[in-house]
């Protein structure tokens, strides 16, 4: 796979990288659509360490500022992951940890540049049973393409760090992370909209495919293409949160997903 040979052939924001070579390709299967962070990646660390870097930066740029001393209390890890599952808006957290509200605009613009940093994304970690879902997927003849707002080259390197390549056919990726943070749901409908249709041209099955993931932009985004949705409480939103969009189903992983997807789907197509 060349990803420079992908890039320079479209100028769109966002753009499927082709993970297996066409000639590799076997006949027509049934996708099954799948987020990446939340449902394969813990990003749960590298959030609190952005949060964590962001309190300690405006700190920092205060004291140089007026030489004032800001007396900071950071909530735990627990506290603030529970929080952002429940999405406890970030100037709340802000305040909880000691922050003066005047300096929450300070803070969330170092957040927002830490976030994607690739200094940061050293936290991320593969969920523990990502790789089994992902194998299980494709022992039972399922094709995972990705839906993701990630930059498709973030995804591709933490797919081969972790040895899962293999297991994805397809990824579709926000070009830009920036765009994709303004409006999620929509560049997620986008981003869908587009897979299904290339999907489908390349001969593969989309009439009875899955939306898999684990926020709110994963099942708008089933819903509006009308396919089935499976929310992951495994990710950042909680289960009493996920459970009050409706979704099809909720699980508490990709490996639950991925047994009741498969046999949902094999008695679907039979
Ligand atoms: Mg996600």
Not at 79 to 106: C, H, Y
Not at 117 to 139: G, I, M, R, T
Not at 143 to 152: A, G
């Amino acid at each position: 796979m060349s990803l420079k040979k992908h890039s320079h052939r479209t100028s769109a924001r966002s753009l499927p990288i082709r993970l297996v070579p066409p000639e590799e390709r076997t006949v027509s299967q049934q996708v099954v659509f799948c987020d990446f962070d939340g449902p394969i990646v813990d990003v749960s660390e590298r959030y609190y360490q952005t949060y964590r870097q962001g309190l300690s930066a405006i700190k920092q740029h205060i004291q140089y500022e007026s030489g004032e001393r800001l007396t900071l209390q950071p909530l735990s890890k627990q506290r603030f992951w529970d929080m952002k599952q429940n999405r406890v808006a970030d100037i709340e957290i802000a305040t909880r940890s000691g922050l003066p509200e005047a300096l929450f605009s300070g803070f969330i613009q170092h957040v927002e540049k830490l976030v994607n940093h690739p200094n940061l994304l050293q936290w991320d970690s593969v969920q523990p049973s990502a790789y089994e879902a992902l194998k299980y997927f494709n022992q039972r003849g399922l094709r995972v393409v990705l839906v993701t707002l990630r930059h498709p080259r973030q995804v591709d390197d933490f797919l081969q760090a972790q040895r899962l390549t293999h297991l994805i056919a397809e990824v579709y990726g926000a070009e830009d992370v920036n765009a994709a943070q303004a409006n999620r749901a929509e560049q997620k409908c986008t981003l869908l909209e587009r897979a299904i249709a290339q999907q489908t041209a390349q001969g593969h099955h989309t009439h009875n495919s899955w939306m898999i993931g684990d926020t709110e932009a994963d099942i708008t985004a089933g819903k509006t293409f009308n396919i089935s949705t499976a929310a992951l409480s495994c990710g950042i939103r909680s289960q009493d949160y996920l459970h009050r969009l409706s979704p099809d189903r909720l699980y508490s992983s990709l490996l639950a997903a991925a047994h009741e997807v498969a046999n949902i789907t094999a008695l679907q197509i039979a």
